[in-house]
């Protein structure tokens, strides 16, 4: 049958499992040649980062490094964006005509860096409300427990809660964060309560999850396996801009009200459905 499902991977399977599980793993949809734009890409950036960039683990053993908005700079990783199939699988797992891209985050967890990535949601840390958030997050190394696999809490998109940010990297809160539903429950300290699902990975997989999915990553304990990942967030159809008083990423934010369409330079529209 001769549907996006071809040319993009996505099955009506993976769809099921965004919808119910709040995450589906997506086993080779990216091509080589992607992978290798966005190594060169992403070590381009790491040599020279931008200003939303810091480590996590400069204060301690390893690195955590992170940055943000590399399409505004780096040709590799902006080709990568409009031109891969990553916006056309959002589309296709949130049923949504238009996908604009709000925040490309690059994360390099490298070996010997004691952080995990804790437990949180990224839909809080973004002026957006609305449903169709899907965050991609495409590894650039084979990932695996030891050097620092995603974890994601089965179903915790649909709990009906927003939890307060915190620092991903350090588990501590901003002053600024709003406490909306309080902090994410103690997923570690109950785990009969949690089903956590976590897979490992090979470059040209990704995982895909809602915005409101309360996910962490482990620390890479590993002696020499490199962790580099992109995470792509993209929103859809029904999303519109709801100002908070905390949004790390958006420094000297858009001109916009609450209620309005999202896209302005910031937040580019990378994907239309053909008509
Ligand atoms: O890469 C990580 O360690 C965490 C990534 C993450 O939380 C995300 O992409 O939302």
């Not at 769809?15 to 992607?34: E, F, H, N, T």
């Not at 949601?121 to 620092?148: I, K, R």
Request: hydrophobic fraction near 35%.
């Amino acid at each position: 049958m001769a549907t996006s499902d071809q040319t993009i991977g996505v099955s009506d399977e993976d769809i099921r499992q965004w919808r119910g599980d709040g995450v589906a793993r997506l086993r080779s949809v990216i091509a080589p040649k992607w992978i290798e734009q966005l190594r060169l890409g992403a070590e381009q950036t790491h040599t020279n980062p931008g200003t939303l960039s810091k480590d996590y683990a400069a204060e301690t053993s390893g690195s955590f490094f992170t940055d943000h908005a590399m399409f505004q700079r780096n040709d590799a990783i902006r080709n990568f964006i409009f031109s891969s199939p990553a916006a056309e699988i959002a589309a296709r797992l949130m049923g949504s005509r238009r996908i604009n891209l709000i925040d490309d985050h690059l994360l390099f967890k490298e070996p010997g860096t004691d952080n995990p990535t804790y437990w949180h949601q990224d839909q809080p840390y973004f002026q957006f409300g609305g449903w169709q958030f899907c965050s991609l997050w495409v590894p650039l190394d084979p990932v695996a427990e030891d050097n620092g696999g995603m974890r994601f809490v089965k179903g915790s998109h649909a709990w009906g809660k927003e939890f307060q940010p915190v620092r991903i990297g350090l588990g501590d809160t901003p002053d600024d964060a709003e406490i909306l539903d309080g902090p994410v429950p103690d997923i570690d300290g109950a785990p009969d309560k949690y089903e956590i699902l976590s897979w490992d990975l090979a470059p040209g997989d990704c995982l895909a999850f809602h915005g409101r999915m309360v996910h962490g990553a482990r620390p890479n304990t590993s002696a020499d396996k490199r962790r580099r990942a992109l995470s792509l967030r993209f929103t859809g159809d029904d999303i519109r801009w709801q100002p908070r008083p905390y949004a790390p990423t958006d420094e000297g934010g858009p001109d916009l009200k609450a209620g309005d369409e999202i896209t302005c330079e910031k937040y580019p529209e990378v994907w239309t459905a053909p008509v």
